[in-house]
């Protein structure tokens, strides 16, 4: 055998045992990481769930709020007016009391 040969054989007996060691993954490993991830993906959609009917829910209140807040800026409006119209009275009232009678 050449000289080159007896050096490389050691490299290359690393290399293959190297490369049949290195490990890939077998298929139990993979379903359990697989599965570990399933159940937190599982959790996160629970959760996120849970946050979109808190949201929605809130949305509701908030609309209804609002609806009741313009009904009530209505009835406001109604009521300035005819206190309006009852000031103006008082006051016609008023100067006409205070004018002299002839």
């Known amino acids: 055998m050449s000289p080159f ?6 490299v290359v007996v690393l290399v293959v045992g190297a490369v049949g060691l290195s490990g890939c993954a077998t298929k139990g490993f993979v379903r359990e990481q697989v599965a ?3 159940q937190r993906v599982d959790t996160l959609e629970a959760k996120v769930q849970e946050t979109d009917g808190t949201a929605k829910a809130a949305l509701a209140e908030a609309q209804a ?8 800026s209505q ?3 109604q009521l300035n007016g005819r206190v309006d119209g009852i000031e103006q009275r008082i006051r016609e009232k008023e100067n006409q009391a ?3 009678r002839n």
């Open 98 to 100: 205070k004018r002299p």
């Open 36 to 38: 570990l991830v399933g």
């Open 75 to 77: 009835r406001i409006d």
């Open 65 to 72: 709020a609002s609806g009741q807040a313009r009904n009530n």
């Open 5 to 10: 040969v007896t050096k490389l054989a050691p």
